[in-house]
């Protein structure tokens, strides 16, 4: 049923439009806005693309302080925050440090897992929908440990947590894992296994998003740089782009981890950091996997993506910083050689190394639902690791919050005002 209303979404990567998407389908007449010419990159693109139940533990987890404070003595740890005189940074890893405590990660992780499964039934369904161009898998996923010692801490760990919170996971003998995954030679003291987790090529995704979209009369903005708002009595009357001014019933924020200086002036305070990632994709590669992996110990993701291998992970708290850091890059090709060792150096070379920004809030959960001050501004933005396998719950819970029904997913802790 049409409601007549119409809806602004800022930003058009992955959660902007799976937002549209729903809103589009909810009968709102829904107009996308983004900076980027259609087709352009985006944080999803050169993601892993793991749509994974498995990820219950937010990334503000226990131990993280400790864990984070070592990293940053060395720019080639998996998880680096560049030491800098930034109030924001500053704030951003106060509340972080507060958020790693084993209560949090025991509140959050039934959320996330909610969150993520029901995001799972919904890829199932537009897989259907699309004719799965986009090349959704569900095969599981691996996180693979090297030594018995990380094997033992993740079956105490994310193993134990994962099964209390109805997300299946199942310690596996380096012969099991090789019995599931005959594709490659692995040198491994075992593996977690989570049956439930999925995997797609994102950059397959995107345009067909964008085609679905497009036929179901969401209008874009491409090349449209917001700059501004204007508000009266609680409410945004107006967004001011590089187009001119766009009007609208509801906005949508959706810019990532932009989303804090696309919000600046309306004294809203939502505390995000950037989390560059890079990614390799080797589009030749000397085997092909059937199933995604994380290599546990160095934190890297590996995913078979068509005929191709994409190798992503280091999470780098440095501002939006445009240039590679070799270091970095070259810490996810010599983990791929820890763990397969089949592959070589050269295997990586001439490879084009991409990076992304994900928007990291400090308790590692999105922001998600209206702002109190501002009645008809929406968050969808924040969802760290986790914005491919969420993005399709998001846009669904965004459309039933702009339409007054009850979410069908629990938003207590995502409340875009908790930091204000
Ligand atoms: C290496 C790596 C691997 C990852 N792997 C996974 C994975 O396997 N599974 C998973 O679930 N997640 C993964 N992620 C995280 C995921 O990619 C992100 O959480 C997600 O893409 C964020 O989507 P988004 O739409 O919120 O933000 P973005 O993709 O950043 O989109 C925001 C959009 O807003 C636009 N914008 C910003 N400011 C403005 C402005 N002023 N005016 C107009 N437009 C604007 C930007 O151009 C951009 O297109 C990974 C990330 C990285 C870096």
Not at 144 to 173: D, H, M, Q, W
Request: charged share 20%; glycine share 10%; with cysteine.
């Amino acid at each position: 049923m049409k409601s007549g209303k119409h809806v602004l979404i800022c930003g058009g990567g992955i959660v902007g439009l799976c937002c549209a998407y729903s809103l589009s389908r909810e009968g709102f007449a829904v107009t996308v806005v983004e900076r980027n010419a259609e087709g352009a990159d985006s944080c999803a693109q050169g993601s892993a693309g793991y749509v994974s139940p498995s990820h219950v533990e937010p990334i503000s987890a226990p131990g993280m302080v400790w864990q984070g404070l070592k990293w940053m003595t060395s720019s080639r740890s998996p998880f680096y925050i560049k030491p800098r005189l930034n109030l924001d940074l500053m704030r951003w890893g106060w509340l972080f440090a507060r958020y790693c405590t084993p209560e949090h990660r025991l509140r959050a992780a039934p959320v996330l897992a909610q969150h993520c499964l029901e995001s799972r039934k919904l890829f199932v369904e537009l897989a259907e929908k699309t004719g799965n161009h986009f090349e959704f898998r569900q095969e599981g996923l691996f996180n693979l440990c090297k030594s018995p010692e990380t094997l033992a801490k993740y079956e105490k760990g994310l193993a134990a947590l994962a099964n209390a919170v109805g997300v299946e996971a199942r310690i596996l003998t380096p012969q099991q894992v090789a019995d599931l995954e005959p594709g490659a030679r692995m040198d491994i003291a075992g593996a977690v296994y989570f049956p439930i987790d999925a995997h797609l090529s994102p950059r397959k995704l995107m345009p067909a998003l964008v085609a679905l979209l497009l036929r179901e009369g969401v209008r874009f903005h491409w090349n449209t740089h917001i700059q501004g708002w204007r508000s009266a009595s609680g409410r945004i009357t107006s967004l001011s782009t590089s187009s001119g001014d766009l009007t609208a019933d509801e906005y949508v924020l959706a810019t990532g981890s932009w989303a804090p200086e696309t919000i600046r002036g309306l004294g809203l305070r939502l505390p995000m950091q950037a989390g560059k990632g890079y990614s390799l994709t080797l589009e030749q590669p000397r085997f092909q996997l059937k199933k995604p992996m994380i290599l546990s110990e160095r934190r890297v993701a590996v995913t078979p993506m068509g005929t191709t291998l994409r190798f992503g992970g280091t999470m780098e708290i440095a501002g939006h910083q445009d240039q590679v850091r070799p270091e970095r890059v070259e810490q996810i090709a010599s983990a791929a050689q820890h763990y397969f060792p089949d592959m070589r150096t050269e295997d990586f070379a001439g490879v084009t190394p991409w990076f992304g920004y994900r928007p990291v809030s400090p308790d590692g959960l999105p922001y998600l639902g209206r702002f109190t001050r501002l009645s008809n501004l929406t968050a969808a933005c924040g969802h760290a690791m986790l914005g491919v396998t969420l993005a399709p719950i998001t846009g669904h819970v965004v459309a039933e919050v702009l339409a007054g029904r009850k979410p069908s997913v629990d938003l207590s802790l995502t409340h875009p005002d908790r930091f204000a």
